[in-house]
């Protein structure tokens, strides 16, 4: 196999480095440094006489501290700009955090000071951002594309973190969630298993978490996974009118796909209904509601977005107008 080419020398004397080896000096994925110069401009990097982009020192030093301060829980918008001497400043008193491994890399949030610490130390992952609770990871605006893991480290596990820790991980599209509590309901915990996650009670070893880092890096996305199939619920697309109409409505081709299409969407929003409406005996069997109807709701929209295809792809009208 031939040698790799040398690293291109500008005509000044300086060596600069390609995208590839920048990026992994600085501990960044290419694809996240290729992000940040395309919206935000955080290096300007020379370019050589065949148009490719090259990098110097300087520019490695510039974008290891906007990891280091991005992963702090800073927003990458409102760094981008700085000079070194402001991020070196911006930085001072805080923790080097380590470069990932050779290899393909798993992304990772993470919420809980003492759960980034142990997460730093195993191979192959890489930490987009991390925040001190909750409330913090609720209002910092989510990484750029998606998320490969989602650690959550909650002193308290209840029923609303059941909620929020689902929440965050449909918004940051997570491939993986690993929650570990000290103390908390086992409904709760139960709740989290049931939509994909992976839950443990403290004490929680490197080994331990190192295992479930290379579980996520071999199925980063189970088809139950909350990322991006079953949590997404969004607003009702049909009226229960309009499901009627496609009911009754014949279609152009010889099947019956439209009425089996549309009595299934409104059986799910039906559903939906139901479970938010019912009466809970507790706390967890509140969550256990609320599990459902998230289900219901994300399966709903999910026949809604075929059910539209159909529709458009028929051009059909319902007697009322168009289709909201």
């Known amino acids: 196999m031939p040698n790799a080419p040398p690293e291109p020398i500008t005509p000044a004397g300086h060596h600069r480095l390609r995208s590839g080896t920048a990026a992994r000096l600085a501990g960044l994925p290419v694809t996240t440094l290729r992000v940040w110069e395309r919206r935000y401009g955080v290096v300007a990097a020379a370019k ?23 992963h702090a829980g800073h927003a990458i918008g409102t760094i981008a700009t700085l000079e070194l001497e402001s991020l070196q400043a911006l930085a001072t008193g805080m923790p080097a955090l380590a470069s990932p491994a050779h290899g393909a890399a798993l992304d990772a949030v993470v919420v809980g000071r003492s759960a980034a610490h142990a997460l730093e130390a195993v191979p192959g992952c890489v930490l987009r951002a991390v925040h001190d609770d909750l409330d913090q990871a609720e209002l910092a605006p ?8 989602l650690l959550v480290r909650l002193a308290s596990l209840q029923p609303l973190a059941v909620d929020r820790v689902l929440a965050l991980a449909a918004a940051l599209r997570a491939g993986a969630i690993f929650v570990v509590y000290a103390f908390g309901t086992e409904a709760s915990a139960r709740s989290l298993r049931d939509a994909g996650a992976t839950v443990r009670r ?4 490197g080994r331990e ?25 969004a607003a009702r697309r049909f009226s229960d009118e309009a499901l009627a109409q496609f009911v ?10 439209l ?17 938010q409406d019912c009466t809970s005996a507790g706390p967890a069997d509140a969550a256990l509601h609320r599990h459902l109807s998230r289900t219901a709701g994300a399966a709903r929209t999910m026949f809604e977005q075929a059910l539209q295809r159909v529709v458009t792809d028929e051009r059909l009208e319902l007697r009322d107008g168009p289709i909201r």
Not at 259 to 275: C, D, K, N
């Open 259 to 275: 009425r089996h299409m549309a009595e299934i969407v409104a059986q799910l929003a039906g559903f939906e209904r139901y479970s």
């Open 48 to 70: 050589t006489e065949s148009g490719q982009r090259v990098y110097s020192p300087h520019d490695v030093s510039r974008l290891r501290l906007l990891r280091q301060l991005t």
């Open 142 to 149: 989510p990484p750029e594309g998606r998320v490969g893991l």
């Open 248 to 257: 009754e409505m014949r279609s152009p081709v010889a099947c019956e796909c």
């Open 209 to 233: 978490l190192a295992q479930w880092v290379r579980a996520a890096r071999a199925a980063p996305v189970p088809a139950s996974a909350t990322s991006e199939a079953v949590w997404q619920v």
């Open 202 to 205: 403290e004490p929680l070893t």
